[in-house]
Structures are given as structure tokens and as C-alpha cells.
């Protein structure tokens, strides 16, 4: 006899095939458990987006199914898209979070007073949380952030674990080191599935130690005689953290510049998770108070970002900051993917101040979140899963880790790539994959707008920028079918039209002729036919003369 | 008795401070010699401009005083700008420049058929040219494109070495070994000012020989099944070279696709700087003719260039090729800082058409071609130079190249950290720089223009690129100061117009009330004030709206 086999479905509405935008659905027996909601920077060719967020039109009609949220950790990749989501899945749908995530969630909530509060749980490592037929068991991970989870999820199917962004760390600083006995455990419970972080896959070793990263920061606040000016991740608490009790054994003050990092430590000392000693927090218009050996700031800006702290402080637009040739300036962070050439015109500035300036090039001073190839070889040994399915990480990142899934042992047939629209079946024996994808593409998020600035409007802004534009605008007398005076003509980001009168002065001449030579012919204008032309001529007639193509946007006015 | 001092200016242009646009003049007794004339790639925040070349304001006037420009090598860093200036400098200014270099420029200048024929003397190693007061001795340098040549240059004040772009490399495929006795020797001669390439001076090590490149690549042969798609730079000469002797080794015919590739493969050729045996070069579109085991397809690129050949295979666009499984694409190059982004969608549409890929990170199959602090500092101590200007190089790499040379001994005051623009005076005991920088601003190139493209344009094209633009035409009644019908509103890159009709709605009634608050008081109307209300009013309403704010061009006609 035949049973129906339990399957379970993994949705990815984001996460799988880039960097960001985390976010997973689990769908089995008609219910729904949803993991993180992120989102991510916008890419070069996006000008003027501020981000994007998972689209989620699959959940759609199904809000009533969804059993819950879980969070794995407070990085706005994995929480990010909550303010934008949540009325649309239905604003009391229970939340679970470990305790400085649920803290950044709420404190990120603020900032949209129009949504209704939230309904978050918080829970600890070794929590049971049963969301039938859903049981989440969370488990504490070593990543960047604490109160990072990982995800031990009973199905009807079978075990899955979800590991988020996580590394291994024997040595970390202020928190606790891997605990490999509990995942051994874990993994002697039996895996049917696991999906685990892509994003070092293609990093030949193992990630450095926060233990090693503390050691190499300490050189430098033993070397420093000046301020020390150390900028990183607004949300790297860990390293936050180091550098405040680094300054407390070198007798230094701290201050803290940049809004989001200064939100982050607000949080985290209420909660604990930053410890200073009474006095060490100073506020930055406070630093001059004291001598330079004695102070450090902490702040944003180590990716160049235009106008954030660091930037300032090394274009001399700082209120507080003016910087002196003994100053220290450490980059306690990595290079963000397209940020290459900001971070060197932000060093190449610092420089210019004479100061001395350290980044992770040249000592390690900054260890990212992410497992390497060991890490994630040895996660798979202790876990012994029978599928396996990549998550986080661009689609080069997810290949490589189910080769190194197979080098370890996997069978190639047990192993899905899937991307972000792909579902995912899972039963005991079988692992596949729609070929045909759901509706998964970027919800971008622009101001107030969410989702209304598509592809028209993205290519309409690739080409204003390239080449301007140039509004045409001539008066035509209905009864004479002539131009009255002269056509006015607008644009910007074109040439600058004080120096180009003579080209200007053609181009007028052009569009008479153009619409002289429609309107002369006596019967009806067909006036949509003219302003083609004008486009098009006057087009052709600009690249001639300059190889440039603004936009050309005629208005013909009848009077 | 006191004579006066010879004394020599050393005038950068470009390249100082910036990775590109090379460009030094030497200036003593009156007379000035050029070294290179190089262009540079646009930053991200200049779009739509296609290059930057020096600014030449300082030689206005001196055209005469010039007596010849030397070039160091063929890469467009060096040579790029010549179409540009050279009309400016006169036309029959000699040039002198290695074989292939020579070529190079020649084969360039067939793109500009309104400019005469230059002068080009072709140089050897070892060869001197008299410009008096200056006398060029040319030495070979090891880069990554043949005919690569230093300057040892003897001058009233004392002999100069310009290293241009070099690294040391013992075993060098298709190259002679750089030539240490040679460098020693023309340190023995005495060498007042060294002026050294900085672009390596970040880079802790020694860079990597061809010869590890080329065992590498001969891995990636070995056990290739089917094609070989090899993605570098056009300009690489060498590593074309290589892949098409491992070809030949593995019974592989080549084809080279993508324009400035085969352009520079043509004229490599015919000069015999690529040598092949008869038949195995064929034609892209002859591949299929062969099996998938004996074809090689050497294509530009590797930098993810949206249009070039490597992205039309991803893309499956390319005319001739289609992905195979078995296909192995390798990328035996870096990647230029700024295109991480663009590098990594490539990837992920190679990967995504399931072909092997090899990237330098993974395996040694790329070597760059500056010299790393080990190589440098082992120059300046065969050399021994009295004075030290670091040169070619972002900021930071220039003031760590400074350093270095402190560290070998150099005394920091002989030593001088100049940017383009800031003239640098040096005399047989002294070394100097101005503080008063010289015009040396960029000067963008944009399709025909050259220098037309300036901040203005360039800040309306970013404006544009961000939120668009939003042109409103009121046409009001001369007679009653009402606006006749409704305003026509022409926007782009803002808002989705079909889906934000109460926007445009509510937009239009705005502007008829205050065009006609305006109108109605009698008297003479300000129409510029009137379009100042409509500028700021619809800004910040539309602001309101939306958080997001348009370029707005008010457009009022009066009929």
C-alpha cells in the first residue's frame, strides 16, 4: 500500500543567487514559516534607489496560512524589509527573535510611526518554539552580531537546519566560542536537510578569530600617541565593543559618531551587549577636551560613504574632528563589493591629512562574518545531511559550495542549486527543483515609494545620465501653421549651452523646418507624427554634431 | 663665488595621485620634454563621459620651448590622449616610442582622419636621443606589453631615472629576463632623482613571474575537455601569446574575438610580436567547423564590459558561441578596482550556463605588471638615487612608496609627495614642490567634446540619474492671466506617470493656483518669479509625496 508521501516546499524570495535581501518561506501541509526578511543595496545601474526588498506576491492570498516569522540576526539584510512587508502579511503575525535582534527590530520600527506595533517573541539559544506543523529549535551561531541563531526546524518531512550567517570561532571576544558538541548533537538527531551560508564559499580557508583581530588592533592603540580614529560597520557590535575596552586598558575616552552606529551602541548598552566602564563614553563634541593620546573615536564611514562620519573628518567638514599628523585612523573593516574606489579616494584623503592609516590589507584587523571552505566542510561532517541546498550568497558562491558539498561526500543527485523564485521540493528521498520560477524580482524601495520605480523608469534615469536631456518646445500658430518666435529649447546634462549658441541656434532653425514642412501642406496635422520627427531628426542631427544622445522630449503647443 | 645653480622643473600633468592619464614634463635651460600622454577611465559619479585626459593649460604658450615627447610603452594609460593634444602641442613635435608602442599609436590615429601624420621615431633599448638640453637613454623594462622602455635621462642637473610602469621578472615567457646587471650599471653612472612607479607600492610581496602564470594556464589545458574561452585584456600582449603557444601545444586552433583584441593581435602579428604557426589562427565564426577539444577563443572582456564579447556568450547574444557544459572559461586577468560588481554578474552567468570557470583568485593565472615593495625597494638600492619622486599611483600608494624609500635609506627630506599640478624643482643638493598647484584639473572627453563636459553638467546628469526630472508648460492668456486648458507635465526617470495620475493631478491644480495668484494682481507680471514659485512650491510638494526630488523645469508661455 501507497501512503501519500509528506513533502515540503522551500520558497526563496530572496537570498539565493546575490549578497542581501534574505528570505526564505518553508511551505509544508498548508502552512507557512517564514525565515528573515532583508533587504539589500541597490546596484550601480539603479541611481536614485534606496533599496530592495523581497517581493513577496507569492504570499499573496495565503497570508492566513503563514504560521510566523523567525529571525536569525539583527543585520538589516535579514530584518531590513520588515517595515515594508508586515502590513501587507498581516501586522500581528507572531515574530520570534533572539533578544538584541528583537531590540534592533523595534528600535528600526520607530522610524514608521504609521505601522502598528509588532508581535515579537524573544528567544534564547536552546528555545523551542512549536509553530505547527513547524518546530524551531534555535541555536546559538558565532557570526559578527550577537544573539545570531541558527535554525533546527522539525518538519513532517523530516530535519532541516537553517544555519544563517554564521563562522566558526574557538577564540571569539565577548562571546562564546563555537559550540561544536551541540552541533554534533544536532547532527546525530538526524538532518534530512541543510541549508547552509554561501556567501565564504569561495574563500580557500578558515575565518580569522576575533582573538587574532583583538591582538593586531592592540598594536596599534600600543604604537598610537595621537587620537585614534577607528571607523567600521555601524552593526559590527563584537568589534565595537573591542575597540571601547581596548581604549579602557590604554586609558583612552570613547566616543561614538555616525547615527546608526549610535543608535546600535544606545541599544546595546541598555541590553548589555556593549560593557563600558562609568566615564568611558564621552560624546564627539567633547574629544577636544581631552589630550589626543587619551581619546578615540569610533564611527562610520570606513566604505566612503559620501556623507557619512569618516568622509567629513577627512574633507575637513567635520564640526569637532579636525585631524593632526599624529592621528591613527584604522579601517576595521572589508571593502564592500563596488565601494573599491570610494574607500581609496576616502584613504587617498586621509593620507593627504598626513595621518597614519591601517587597513585590513596590511594587518588583519577586521575578520568577516562568514564561514570559509574548512569551516563549511566541517559543518557538513558533523551534520551529515542527506540533501543540501546552498543559501546566501551570489550564484558563483552557491556552485562552489555544492562542489564542496559533493567533495564532501553528498551525492551530486542530493544537492540542489536553486536561485531566488526556484522552489525547492523536499521529501524523505528526493530533492528537485521547479525549473519554472515564481515571481521573484526586485521590489525597489525609492522615499516613499515602494515597488512603483520599475525597469521604464530605471532606463529612463540610465539615460538621462549619460547623456542629459533636451526638451523642445515650439508655439505653432493654428491659423498660419508657423512657429511663433523662436522654438525654446531646455536641457541639462548635455553640453553647457552658454558655450554651444551656435549649435543651439541650428537646432532651432531644424525644428521650423520639421514642422513647417508638416503643418505647410494645408488638411490636418497629425501632430503625433511631428513630434517623431522632431525626435528623430533633431536626434540624429545632435549625434552628428556632438556623438552624444540626450533624451529628446518635443512639445508641440497649438495656440 | 656663487654660480647660479642649474635647476630643473619637474611638472606633472597627470598620473600623480591617480592610477592613469600618465603625463610629466621635464622643464630646464627653457626647454621641456614630454614624458607620456596618457588617458584615464571616468570615475562612477561622471557619467556618460568616456575618458579623461590631462589638462595641458600649463604648455599654453610654450608649444615652441618643447622638444619632444617620449613614450614609455603602448597601454592607453600612456599613449591614449595623444589624438587629443597633439593639435594643440603641433603636430610636427617628435615623437619617440618603442616598435610595438610605435604602432600602436600609428594604428590609433587611424580613428582620427582630420589629424596629420605624427612624427614617430621608433627607439630601442639602449638607444640615446639628443633633446637638448636633454639626452634619453632607453632602457628595457619588464611589463606586461613588449617594447617597454625606462628613461635613464641626462640633464643639466644630473641624470634622472623614470622607471614607467615595470616589474621584475627572472623568467619571463616570450620576454627577455629583466636585465639587473644593466640597472646597476646605470646606477654606477649616479642617479640624482629617481622617479619610480608606485602602483605595486601597497602590494606586500614580489610580483608573480610569467612563468608560474604559464604553468598554470598549461594546468587548465591538461584537463580541459572542451573549449577554452580565455577572457584578458586586449592590450596583453604577452598572455595572448602564451595562451596561443599552449594552443599550439595542445592541438588547439585560436580564435580571437572582440575589436581592440584583434586590432592589437593584427598589428602584433605583422610585427612578429605574436608568433604562431601557419593555420592556427582562424576566425570566430569558423569555430564550429572544429571539435570542442580543439578550439581555443581568446576575447576581451574579463571586466564584465557590458557589450564585450566574454558577456554576449554569459548572455547567449554572441553570434558564433554558445556555452557547452564541458566549455571552461578562464579569466586570466585582475579585476580593475570598480568592476567587482559587474566581474561577479559575469560569473554568475557563466556559472548559470553550467561551464567550469577559473578566476585569478582561485589559481595564479593572471600576474600584474608593477613591482611590489620587495622589487622596489631592490630597485632604489641597485640605483641608489640621491632623491626620490614616487610616481603613477593613487595617493596612498605614493605616500607608501615614499616610505619604503625611508626605509631604504633615502632621507626623508630628499624625498617629495607630489599630486598632478604641483611642480616639483629639484637641484644637484635639493629637492622642492611648489605648494601653489598649477591648473591640472580633469579634462573629460564625452563623444566629440572634449572639456565641453564640465561640473554643471556633470551635477545635472547625476541630478537627472537620481529622481528624474519633471518639466511643467503653463501657456496663459496674455489678456486674462489664466491658464489655458491644463498644464502638460513631460517627466522621466521619477515616477511610473500611468500609475501616479492623482500626483499629476493634483500637481497641475498647484501650478494654476499659483501661476494664477500671480497673474491676478494686475499690473505687470515676474515671470521669473512666477517660475521660481513653480520650482520650489511643486519641489517641495512633490517632495511630500514622495520623498523624492526631480530636476524641475518650469516651461510659462504667454499668448
Redesign the interface.
Known sequence: MITKQNTLKIVPLGGL?EVGRNMTCLETQGKILIIDMGFRMP??DM??VDFIIPNIAYLKGKEKSIVGAVFTHGHYDHIGAIPYLIDKLGVRLPFFAGGLTKAIIMKRQDDFPHLPKLNITQVNDGDIVKLDPFTVEFFRQNHNISDSLGLFISTPVGNLIHTSDFKFDETPIFDLPTNFKKLEALGKRGVLLLMSDSTGA?EQSHSLSEKIIMENLEEIFKISKGRIIAATFGSLINRIQQLVALSEKYGRKVAVDGYSMKTNVEICKKLGYIKSEKGTLITVDKIQDYPDSKVTLICTGAQGEGQAVLMRIANREHRFVRLKKDDTVIFSSSVV??N??TV?FL??QL??NGVK?FHY??MDIHAGGHAQRQELRSLMEMLKPKFFLPIHG???ML?NHAELAIEAGIPEKNIVVAENGQIVHLSEDKISMDKKMIESNYVMV????VG???E???R??????????F?I?A?IDRQTGKV?GSP?I?S?????LR??RELLRDTRRKVIDIVEKSTGVGGAVNWVYVKDEIRNKVGDFLYA????RP?I?P?V?E?
Not at 541639462?492 to 553647457?496: A, C, K, T
Not at 554634431?545 to 552624444?548: A, F, L, N, P, V
Request: hydrophobic share 35%.
Open positions: 543567487g546596484e550601480e541611481p536614485g569561495e563589493p563596488g573599491e574606489r581609496q584613504k587617498d593620507y593627504r592609516v590589507k596590511m551570489q550564484y558563483s556552485v525609492d522615499g516613499l515609494g512603483d520605480v520599475g521604464v523608469v530605471l529612463d534615469r540610465q539615460t538621462l545620465s549619460k547623456d542629459g536631456m526638451v518646445i508655439v511663433k525654446d531646455i541639462r546634462g548635455f553640453v553647457y558655450e554651444s554634431r556632438t556623438e552624444r533624451m522630449l512639445v503647443i495656440v
